[in-house]
């Protein structure tokens, strides 16, 4: 096959800082380049492919979908979308489903259903909405307004209003933030693109508490942690938090873009006619595939990924130039003594994919990868790590 790396300089908008790369197939956990080299794949695409490359339910699902039925608008009714809802409020317990096309879109309808469940209680007054410093909410303007990370704000203001920031895990800067004005606090409970850092129980209880005390509401972005990532459907259940309002996509399509926002008893009104919309959101072949994962994320599954994600940690835990390991289930960052980007690119030669997120290497293998991928993709890593360690 030719390359086409040079074209993509030519003709993509240098928006992505790409490894020298080019894939063309795969199966399972495992991708092919260009040349026909094999790469342990321990990234999901950036935990999308929950069931790898090329899953048969999933293809056949799609297909199915796809010949019979590709689109028709919001305009009317199709049924796939209304049985990916039904599956996600059985497994979630939320009451009510709105469908877009990416996490971003996700958080931009939690954000519109929270300032107006607000709204709506408060004489039309427009509320507050606190999120964490070294969050990661989205690229569009309000979702990087509700980010909290400096790097990411930097030439595109002006930006959003309505958005403060607290120190995760600080329940008195919290406590001092918040008022009658709060419309809600919006949380990812293990910062993906942060770090893999998960949030403190206390801290969690303290937000529930609050939320009593003051009547906002919480949003809970499982954009990167939800659809049984971190060894429940949600990650908010490790925390025994039932979320007001719920963001996710990633992994919910198994590789077609699908984004959701579910709402529970209290939030499920909120929304109503023409107050928002997508042309493409619940998109049949989209919704037909989403459904064909969400339906095999069940506990024997979940029971699965936790048991690889403690596989993982105690291969990597006493390996030379580990320092710690943070996450649940297969969101896993490992701080090493190394440089987290060399040692990505380093794993690439040696036919592996990992990620980074800030200064770790991060791992979202797909959730059914076999225990021998595991360990050929966890030797070739630690011998990285200690090389990387030692350089
Ligand atoms: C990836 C991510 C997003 C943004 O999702 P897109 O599909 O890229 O818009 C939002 N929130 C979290 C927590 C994410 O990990």
Known sequence: MTSFKNDDKKYIAGTYGRFDLELVSGKGAVFTDINGKEYIDMGSGIGVNIFGVGDSEWVAAVTKQASKLQHTSNLYYTEPCVRLAEALCEKSGMKKVFFCNSGAEANECAIKAARKYYSDNHDGAEGEIITLKNSFHGRTITTLAATGQDVFHKNFGPFTDGFRFVEANNCDELREAVSD????????????????????????????????????????????????????????????????????????????????????????????????????????????????????VDDELLCEVEKKGEYIRKALGEAEGVKSIAGMGLMLGIETAGDAKKIAAECINRGVLVLTAKTKVRLLPPLNITYSQLDRALDILKEVIKNEASA
């Open 181 to 296: 004005k709060t419309a809600a606090v919006m949380i990812e409970m293990i910062q993906g693109e942060g770090g893999v850092n998960p949030l403190e129980k206390e801290f969690v209880d303290c937000i529930k508490e609050l939320s009593k005390e003051f009547g906002f509401l919480i949003v809970v972005d499982e954009v990167q942690t939800g659809n049984g990532r971190t060894g429940k459907y949600f990650a908010c259940e490790h925390f025994s938090l039932a979320p007001d309002i719920i963001s996710t996509a990633k992994g919910l399509g198994g590789g077609l873009p699908i984004g959701a926002t579910l709402f529970s008893d209290k939030t499920q009104n909120v929304l109503g006619p023409s107050d928002h919309g997508s042309t493409f959101g619940g998109n049949p072949i989209a919704a037909a595939g989403a459904l064909s994962i969400v339906k095999r």
